[in-house]
T-cell receptor, first 116, second 114 residues
Framework: DGGITQSPKYLFRKEGQNVTLSCEQN?????MYWYRQDPGQGLRLIYY???????QKGDIAEGYSVSREKKESFPLTVTSAQKNPTAFYLC???????????????FGPGTRLTVL | QQQVKQSPQSLIVQKGGISIINCAYE??????FPWYQQFPGKGPALLIA?????SEKKEGRFTISFNKSAKQFSLHIMDSQPGDSATYFC?????????????FGTGTRLQVFP
């Protein structure tokens, strides 16, 4: 059963703590993305990676960090520097042909993070 | 310039009616315009997409209309069904650095009542 898995589905964190959200894909996709979704604001890109060991900042990278040590995994760490971390976080992947062909992005089910 | 403006924010339609969601953009370099559908608590899924070399694309009950000169595109859902109740996002991308980066609209929550 191919797809993208995100864990956990719900996550609670105390202020001042770092937390890592998991994203795994078995689609053999090169490109992976992290988005943040807030009510009324659509999806905003946090980080993306086109290839293992390389990643780029998106539009709202401050207070977040990522790693891409394996093709199938792209974990996101929400650090204590992120001032308003409560949100729905979505991971996505695409073939990443690198040819600007607008490959379809496939999304995971999301993780809802709540800071207490 | 990188924004995609989406309207309305919410839409209520009776079963069998037509749902219309509109998006507008400024960046003329955008060359790919997908629509994503998202059910509550789930990730978005690609519904239909269009490139600016055609003015319309139809897949079943879903149609994208594209007006290049006006820099607008819209999603039409014919014969709307309660199962279509979801949030719809338009998006756009352009060929920069060979990435698949998407700029999303703010979403439209569609409710279809029987």
């Amino acid at each position: 059963d191919g797809g993208i898995t995100q864990s956990p589905k719900y996550l609670f964190r105390k202020e001042g703590q770092n937390v890592t959200l998991s994203c795994e894909q078995n689609l053999n996709h090169d490109a992976m993305y992290w988005y943040r979704q807030d009510p009324g604001q659509g999806l905003r890109l946090i980080y993306y990676s086109q290839i293992v060991n390389d990643f780029q900042k998106g539009d709202i990278a401050e207070g977040y960090s990522v790693s891409r040590e394996k093709k199938e995994s792209f974990p996101l760490t929400v650090t204590s520097a992120q001032k308003n971390p409560t949100a729905f976080y979505l991971c996505a992947s695409s073939i990443g042909s690198g040819l600007g062909l607008n490959d379809e992005q496939f999304f995971g089910p999301g993780t809802r993070l709540t800071v207490l | 310039q990188q924004q995609v403006k989406q309207s309305p924010q919410s839409l209520i339609v009776q079963k069998g009616g037509i749902s219309i969601i509109n998006c507008a953009y400024e960046n003329t370099a955008f060359d790919y315009f997908p629509w994503y559908q998202q059910f509550p608590g789930k990730g978005p899924a690609l519904l239909i997409a269009i490139r600016p070399d055609v003015s319309e694309k139809k897949e079943g009950r879903f149609t994208i209309s594209f007006n290049k000169s006006a820099k607008q595109f819209s999603l039409h859902i014919m014969d709307s069904q309660p199962g279509d109740s979801a949030t719809y996002f338009c998006a756009a991308s352009w060929p920069i650095h060979n990435t698949d980066k998407l700029i999303f609209g703010t979403g439209t929550r569609l409710q279809v009542f029987p």
